[in-house]
């Protein structure tokens, strides 16, 4: 379970549920740690996460009287998102966790915030409050000016480095100044100090982000600032590819990008007579995953590189540096925080990344619109890695068929899933869409209905006894749907286009190797077809054609 980051003095490990007496016990009333909040008034929820985030943290309990009764709430996921909604307006809270917690009957919700490490919170309308007993206490005069002084974060990507302004490469100037729209005219200068990208204060001197995009190779200047890219063919620690990516930070987002995809390659299907190259990630997915990785590592750690790891099952990302306050594993979708500033902000000017607190859902949803497992985030402290599994339950046959499919129309990803079930053959329940979704009764059988009035899914039943199949008009991929005769048959007539081998029928028809061996040996002892050559050099014909002459093909 999920435990807060910070537990109020005597509590422990909170479960996630508890007895009244228990919750007694352990939140016996307000303290300079603990506050509670009967509903959820978010101006008076910012101002505590503010509070907490500038003093030793601390935790807001929803659902709770004054008194310390617990009232209980609704809790869903819109009000979940309110939650998140109310940190958000924040001005760089710490970082946070947002659970249930049952109490008796009664539902409450755990809001629990950290110290802030870097820097220092604000409301939205910049008040700086700290906690003082059981009161948020704005700051002001000269306590402000102590407590912001002591707190004041300095950013190392705005550090001037010993390049000259007339140091950075003229092509790589001009392409920076299209990006923004800027002329090359005398407010050239102006404009690069406003992005912090220059330091003028000694000098005209490039700082660490101006170098990471007009220096042809930043990495000489500032240490391990490129990619490594390691290719393992199996679980082992022995690689046996490397691929250095150097240069500006646009360059190493692209060259990056496309050789981890060349490594990859692609799902090559044939449905009829169209031919479907899936690549087995999308290149969206991976431009992201790498721009986050580049734009938002710690550039003080001069002693390592983005790490990219290509595996037979997964791609890992690793950046240097942990995730940027207040953002975590946890709450990655729902907030955002750029560690380097003017590094991300100039990265989107390339359109090389997405917008702010998108790159996460750009990942996500593209992973579930190609029916790929979603990418996984892990920050141990010490870096932050993206973990993209190249494995699915999910052929790829069914993905192209999928294609073929929404020329009729978009299909949305859940959808998407219980179509490729249909197209198993499996008859479709709303108690089954719950299970595979993971989703409730409402959403499931929106799910069914959307796909019903779209004409892909034929519905038989009413209400609770309603079951959903494959529209007959609409054909799946040989070998997901049809009935063993059909498919015995079709396989038959592959090798009238040449010599039939097991990888051709698996193309054909998304079956796996064993199913398809065990129909091809059926087909052999009905006479049905004559199998040439041995092991993996055999290949299939009909009994009447002849095979001197005909080149074996490797399985």
Do not use: C
């Amino acid at each position: 379970m999920p435990y807060p980051l910070f537990h109020p003095e005597g509590s422990g490990d909170l479960p996630m549920a508890m007895t009244s007496e228990d919750f007694r016990a352990a939140f016996p009333g307000e303290t300079g740690h603990l506050e509670f909040k009967q509903g959820l008034p978010e101006h008076k929820v910012q101002e505590a996460v503010v509070a907490f985030s500038n003093t030793a943290g601390g935790v807001i309990v929803l659902g709770v009287a004054p008194d310390g009764s617990p009232r209980g709430l609704t809790v869903d996921g819109e009000f979940l998102a309110r939650v998140h909604r109310a940190v958000a307006q924040a001005r760089d809270p710490g970082r946070y966790e947002v659970f249930e917690l049952v109490v008796g009957d009664r539902g409450l919700v755990v809001l629990s915030v950290a110290r802030r490490r870097e820097g220092f919170a604000q409301t939205t309308d910049g008040r700086v409050l700290v906690r003082r007993g059981a009161m948020n206490t704005a700051l002001f005069g000269s306590a402000l000016g102590e407590f912001v002084a002591s707190r004041v974060l300095g950013r190392f990507e705005a550090t001037p480095t010993d390049i000259p302004l007339s140091g950075a490469a003229p092509e790589l100037l001009a392409d920076l100044a299209a990006a923004w729209g800027w002329p090359l005219d005398d407010t050239l200068t102006d404009r690069l100090v406003e992005q912090g990208l220059v330091d003028v204060r000694d000098g005209d001197r490039l700082t660490v982000a101006g170098a990471l995009y007009l220096v042809r190779e930043p990495h000489l200047a500032l240490g391990k600032t490129y990619v490594e890219i390691f290719r393992y063919r199996d679980r082992g620690t022995a690689y046996d590819r490397r691929i250095l990516i150097t240069g500006p930070l646009t360059d190493q987002v692209a060259a990056a990008t496309g050789a981890i995809a060349d490594e990859l390659g692609s799902d090559l299907v044939v449905l009829g007579v169209r031919r479907y190259d899936l690549p087995r990630l999308p290149e969206g997915v991976l431009r992201e995953a790498v721009a986050n990785a580049v734009a938002h590592r710690v550039y003080e750690n001069r002693r390592s590189a983005v790490r990219v790891e290509i595996r037979p099952d997964s791609v890992t990302i690793t950046s240097p540096g942990p995730l940027p306050e207040p953002v975590t594993v946890a709450n990655i979708r729902d907030q955002n925080a750029a560690r380097n500033m003017s590094v991300i902000a100039t990265l989107r000017r390339f359109r090389l990344a997405e917008d702010a607190g998108r790159g996460v859902d750009l990942m996500e949803d593209v992973m579930a619109a190609n029916l790929l497992d979603p990418p996984e985030f892990i920050d141990d402290g010490a870096s932050v890695t993206v973990r993209l599994r190249l494995s699915t339950t999910v052929t790829p046959a069914e993905r192209a068929w999928l294609q073929e499919v929404e020329r009729r129309g978009e299909i949305r990803p859940p959808d998407r899933v219980l179509l490729v079930h249909a197209a198993r053959g499996v008859p479709l329940t709303n108690s089954y869409a719950r299970e595979v979704l993971g989703v409730d009764s409402v959403d499931a059988r929106s799910s069914l209905q959307r796909l019903r009035d779209a004409d892909l899914l034929r519905q038989s039943g009413e209400r609770g006894g309603a079951v959903y199949f494959l529209s007959p008009d609409l054909a799946p991929p040989a070998g997901l749907r049809l009935e063993p005769a059909e498919l015995d048959a079709l396989i038959v007539s592959l090798a009238d286009e040449g010599p039939l081998t097991n990888q051709v029928v698996r193309d054909r028809t998304g079956l796996d190797r064993a199913r398809a061996l065990a129909v091809l040996t059926t087909l052999v002892e009905e006479g049905r077809l004559v199998r040439r050559g041995e092991r993996r050099g055999s290949w299939y014909e009909r009994p009447a054609a002849e095979p001197a002459g005909q080149r074996r093909l490797s399985d």
